[in-house]
Nanobody, 124 residues
Framework: QVQLVESGGGLVQAGGSLRLSCAGSGRTFSSSAMAWFRQAPGKEREFVAAISRNGALIDHTVSVKGRFTISRENAKNAVYLQMNSLKPEDTAVYYC?????????????????WGQGTQVTVSS
């Protein structure tokens, strides 16, 4: 079992930065691949970024490449999403997710554990 709690969301102007954090608990955190997804109003939840259990494999969706960076610290049971050059279209609820394997995936159904989400709002 893995429990996840996100933090760090808020309101920021376009061009600004935010750093999201996801605190995990449970003995399997360090063996879990982790990901960030987001869901804007009226839209499907979409993949943002993923990282393998040891951080060796990282994947970012094309719309955030060069602006967002996923990272993790297993010693702290934490995963992060550094978001720079934010755009109004990045506005969404951001969710942290974990899966019971080392490999990354872009598929929402591959992730068994989810946090409650944190709101990110980017004003123009």
């Amino acid at each position: 079992q893995v429990q996840l709690v996100e933090s760090g969301g808020g309101l920021v102007q376009a061009g600004g930065s935010l750093r999201l954090s996801c605190a995990g608990s449970g003995r399997t955190f360090s063996s879990s691949a982790m990901a960030w997804f987001r869901q804007a109003p009226g839209k499907e939840r979409e993949f943002v970024a993923a990282i393998s259990r040891n951080g060796a494999l990282i994947d970012h969706t094309v719309s955030v490449k060069g602006r967002f960076t996923i990272s993790r610290e297993n010693a702290k049971n934490a995963v992060y999403l550094q978001m720079n050059s934010l755009k109004p279209e990045d506005t969404a609820v951001y969710y942290c997710a974990a899966r019971n394997t080392w490999a990354v995936s872009r598929k929402r159904d591959d992730y068994s554990y989810w946090g409650q989400g944190t709101q990110v709002t980017v004003s123009s």
